[in-house]
């Protein structure tokens, strides 16, 4: 079965210091990868995406993400929180030979900067 | 770049109203788009996906019935709640991909609060 696992509900960190928000996937073949982000009552705004090529993507508001296809994994990371970066991450991954384009997303991490 | 309207973005209606929510791709054609539900700070549950000139394709445990899906026009799909109960309170988000280009991600809409009281 097709999954993503975002093993956090919630990461908390100072602002200024680095972040990392985890997720794992599980598909046949080769996935495209996508992180978004959800900020209240709001719909969800796209990142970054891994499709092929290098494994570091840099993506939107200075997020960037490694894949790794041993570890199946795709963190996202930043160098530098800031506190307007608090919100709600998703992972979401479709399979290549998915031509309908459905995303499997991860349950979310909640990303909480303090001050 | 590509942008997705939903509308209304917050409804309030009685119990056995039904409630009509709109999704349109605004600067391309969209085949397919997507309706997905979302409670409270839960991951988006996809409810179903609507082709556009045929029926909805719906996820196991979705009823079709209750959750009418009508793709009529490249532009415009709309998830109709059919007499809605308090347990159809979530917040519901559609989503569409430009078909000319495969690798791009998809485009959310804002999303629909929906309250039935």
């Known amino acids: 079965a097709q999954s993503v696992a975002q093993p956090e509900d919630q990461v908390n960190v100072a602002e200024g210091n680095p972040l990392t928000v985890k997720c794992t996937y599980s598909v046949s073949g080769n996935p495209y990868l996508f992180w978004y982000v959800q900020y209240p009552n709001r719909g969800l705004q796209f990142l970054l995406k891994y499709i092929t090529g290098d494994n570091l993507v840099k993506g939107s508001y200075g997020f960037e993400a490694e894949f790794n296809k041993s570890q199946t994994s795709f963190h996202l990371k930043k160098p530098s929180a800031l506190v307007s970066d608090s919100a709600l991450y998703f992972c979401a991954v479709t399979p290549l030979y998915n031509q309908g384009g459905k995303l499997i997303f991860g349950q979310g991490t909640e990303l909480s900067v303090k001050p | 770049g590509a942008v997705v309207s939903q509308h209304p973005s917050w409804v309030i209606c009685k119990s056995g109203t039904s409630v009509k929510i709109e999704c349109r791709s605004l600067?391309?054609?969209?085949?397919?788009m997507f309706w997905y539900r979302q409670f409270p700070k839960q991951s988006l549950m996809l409810m179903a996906t609507s082709n556009e000139g045929s029926k909805a394709t719906y996820e196991q445990g979705v009823e079709k019935d209750k959750f009418l899906i009508n793709h009529a026009s490249l532009t415009l799909s709309t998830l109709t709640v059919t007499s809605a109960h308090p347990e159809d309170s979530s917040f519901y988000i559609c989503?569409?991909?430009?078909?000319?280009?495969?690798?791009?991600?998809?485009?959310f809409g804002d999303g629909t609060r929906l309250s039935i009281l």
């Open positions: 600067d391309f054609q969209a085949t397919t």
């Open positions: 989503s569409a991909r430009d078909p000319r280009k495969s690798n791009q991600p998809q485009h």
